[in-house]
């Protein structure tokens, strides 16, 4: 890989990550009108429409297997994913979900050293680097709380962290066929859409036009729907073919880290001394799981 792609990468990932974490406000805001997987449906639907206006260009050429990694893909990253976050937030604490979702770079590796030859065997500071950010995750996350178990609110934030790692390894496959990345992300959101919409008669979804005569729910929509839906998965799955499934997995590390940030700026919520402890920690493990050796 050259520096440029390297760059490339970790620019893309970076970009990404401010974003998404910073979405729970827009998220916060729609929730007084939206239910979860309303929000869920109208953002990945905007996402898709806004990627069809931007590059209205077919995806051909395509085959059976190509097609089936596309539906995966869509499956595990738009569809599975964000209603096992969101059904797991129902379940239990924001803070468990927020720690056990973080463990999605440690299934990501551990899957990528079975189905990813081309991917760099792990280090022992790759594990460290999770321990530490973990660690520090904890902190932000917590913040001097009790810790209260859920059996299933856990779990199916686990599976989430699950899915999403089967996510970094589907795409990064995709990004060996060789399409456009605005163009194999449209088909996964595609996918993702069609295989959501048995969930919508599940948990009584309703189109209800009047909300979005709201000024603030248009804009937090748009922002989920443009910003946070095409233009992250793009630079995400664009960050996956430049850097692997592994090292663009690290920077998940860093959502806590921004929530906790924004927040303070924007909600002025308190940053206490133990959030400040965590986002060090959790810096500090990003940095190390991205440490190269020096030959």
Request: some cysteine.
């Amino acid at each position: 890989m050259t520096e440029n792609n390297r760059m490339k990468g970790h620019t893309a990932a970076l970009v990404t990550i401010l974003i998404w974490g910073t979405t729970f406000i827009s998220t916060k805001v729609l929730l007084n009108d939206f239910q979860p997987v309303e929000i869920l449906f109208f953002r990945f639907v905007l996402g898709f429409t806004a990627l069809l206006i931007v590059r209205p260009r077919i995806l051909k050429g395509t085959d059976l297997r190509q097609e089936l990694a596309f539906a995966a893909a869509g499956l595990c990253g738009v569809c599975l994913y964000y209603l096992m976050e969101n059904i797991a937030l129902t379940y239990t604490m924001a803070s468990n979900v927020g720690v056990i979702v973080s463990a999605a770079p440690l299934f990501t590796a551990i899957m990528s050293q079975i189905f990813l030859a081309q991917e760099e065997k792990l280090k022992g500071r790759f594990f460290i680097g999770f321990a530490v950010s973990m660690a520090g995750i904890a902190l932000i996350s917590f913040n001097g709380s009790a810790l209260e178990l859920n059996p299933v609110g856990d779990v199916l934030a686990l599976l989430a962290a699950f899915v999403w790692a089967c996510y970094s390894i589907l795409t990064r496959k995709i990004s060996e066929y060789g399409y456009d990345t605005i163009l194999t992300t449209r088909r996964i959101f595609f996918y993702g859409i069609l295989l959501m919409v048995p969930a919508l008669f599940l948990f009584d979804f309703r189109f209800g036009p009047e909300r979005f005569a709201d000024p603030a729910a248009l804009m937090n929509l748009l922002f989920l729907g443009l910003g946070a839906s095409a233009l992250c998965f793009v630079t995400w799955n664009s960050a996956v073919k430049y850097l692997g499934a592994v090292r663009t997995s690290v920077y998940i590390y860093m959502v806590p880290v921004i929530t906790v940030v924004t927040s303070f700026l924007i909600l002025h919520e308190p940053f206490t001394w133990m959030t400040a402890a965590g986002t060090v920690l959790t810096m500090a493990g990003l940095f190390l799981s991205q440490k190269k050796d020096r030959r």
